[in-house]
């Protein structure tokens, strides 16, 4: 009988010491907002896991008395954390630091800390009031809500002379991504936030060599994709990604023919085409107000906006109401009707959220627009089949004409359309904590002048046996 030959052993290549030229460029920023990643196998989660080894090296202790640098990694969950990055921190640091299961945290011999931590609720968010942390990590950061990133980025402070930095690696898509795209890859920012401060550098798997070498497979898994999911996971696409809600298609190439597109080119509606107005409330997140006009063949047409969101550089705040009280909002309402071409001296049906005809202690919102010649009906407010109506206006016909079309001046409309994500508990839903305010008064309006779905007319063909020559290939 043979010996049983042993199996050959395949020693790795030598071990990603070095980072590559994208990671070396976020590795050398200094900003105090710096973000990495935009698209998958960019190389991630290693060079957060080096940078905080390397800060937890470098600044330790200054005097016995004192503590080292405080270091927190966080993500949505604590089971993600776990498995991305414990096992490979505890090799890279073993002979330097312990790990601690019960306090989640490598305590480094020169008195440095990594803790982990994790956010899945606005509870979560609030555990870190009060706690000071010198670097503050946020691991896939679009997937925290922005109000948990905010509270959580507060903790960075501390009074020594340690780097006080926010470190983000992201890719398109999840609750937060409104937030850091606006941050990140449009550059918009608030009377508070100082532009030199964020910085971002964009990695997409192209960039990783070493991942390219031991996982060509990856690659090409990525670029197997269907379109819209290989747009973000490995072009890095900010504007289409896995998981929205809507079908949106906004293609300047077709504003004018208005095919195959939900945005278009404004036009002056014909005066005997019916108006409508759609509302939805808010103060300190923005109102939204839209105006429609209908055509005879039962197109929707959003022609107007008035969209109550800060501005900064003349482009939008996202999410950040104008904090208007409700006489200031109707009182513009009722100008713009009073004063647009469009609009004056035309009978306007209105529709709007239920909740404003709400009397709590005093006069309703809606009375506040009674005031002002600006009427409305409760909106069905039917969340499910709100968003199906959405969807049957935004489907295209076999000629490339949808249902609904928005004019190219809506810019919040546009802009937050995209945005939506299916919420992660009841899916058929749309995830309410994102800025749905124009979204929502669409439904409202959808629901008033409902339609059906468009269903494909079944293919034509004879019944067996007036077709003896078999030209509709149905067979003998």
């Known amino acids: ?224 994709l269907p379109p819209k999911i290989r747009a973000a996971w490995l072009d ?50 923005p109102f939204s107000c839209g105006w429609w006009t209908e055509s005879p063949d039962g197109v929707l047409y959003r022609i107007m906006e008035f969209y109550g969101v800060q501005k900064a550089g003349g482009e939008s705040i996202p999410n950040q109401g104008l904090g208007w009280p409700k006489e200031r909002v109707f009182s513009e309402i009722a100008r713009i009707e009073r004063e647009h071409p469009w609009l004056k001296g035309r009978s306007i049906d209105g529709v709007a959220d239920p909740a404003i005809f709400k009397e709590d202690g005093g006069p309703s919102i809606a009375e506040a627009g009674f005031q002002y010649g600006i009427y409305f009906e409760p909106g069905d407010n039917a969340r499910i089949p709100g968003w199906e109506q959405v969807r049957n206006r935004m489907q295209f016909n076999d000629l490339g004409r949808p249902r609904l079309q928005i004019f190219r001046n809506c810019k919040d409309t546009i802009r937050t359309i995209p945005l939506m994500m299916h919420d992660e508990h009841m899916v058929e839903d749309l995830d309410s904590k994102l800025e749905d305010h124009a979204c929502d008064e669409i439904r409202y309006m959808c629901q008033k002048r409902t339609c059906p779905p468009l269903v494909p007319e079944p293919e034509y063909k004879p019944m067996y046996g007036s077709d003896p020559l078999d030209l509709f290939g149905r067979g003998a």
């Open 236 to 285: 890095g696409s900010w504007d289409i990604y896995s998981g929205q809600f809507f079908e949106f298609v906004n293609d300047p190439d077709h504003y004018d023919d208005q095919l195959w597109t939900h945005v278009i080119n404004p036009f002056k509606p014909p005066s005997f085409w019916p108006l409508y107005r759609s509302f939805d409330w808010g103060s300190f997140r």
């Open 1 to 224: 009988m043979e010996p049983v030959s042993k199996s050959k052993i395949i020693l790795p290549k030598e071990r990603h010491i070095y980072p590559n030229r994208k990671q070396y460029l976020f590795m050398n920023l200094t900003t105090r907002h710096s973000a990495y990643g935009g698209a998958r196998g960019g190389g991630k989660s290693w060079v957060v896991q080096e940078m905080a080894i390397e800060y937890a090296s470098t600044y330790g202790r200054p005097d016995p008395f004192s503590q080292g640098i405080r270091i927190v990694i966080i993500r949505k969950t604590l089971v993600d954390l776990k498995k991305n990055h414990l096992e490979a921190l505890k090799l890279k640091t073993r002979g330097t630091a312990t790990w601690n299961n019960n306090d989640l945290c490598f305590y480094f011999d020169n008195g440095s800390i990594i803790q982990f931590a994790y956010c899945g609720c606005d509870a979560d968010a609030d555990h870190f009031q009060g706690v000071e942390y010198d670097i503050v990590i946020f691991e896939e950061a679009t997937q925290l809500q922005e109000e948990w990133i905010k509270k959580i980025a507060a903790s960075c402070r501390g009074v020594n002379n340690f780097p006080h930095r926010c470190l983000y690696t992201c890719n398109p898509g999840g609750p937060g991504h409104g937030y850091i795209k606006r941050l990140f890859v449009d550059r918009i920012y608030t009377d508070d936030e100082n532009p030199e401060d964020y910085s971002f550098v964009q990695a997409k798997v192209t960039d990783n060599k070493i991942l390219q070498e031991y996982s060509p497979e990856y690659v090409k898994f990525l670029k197997s």
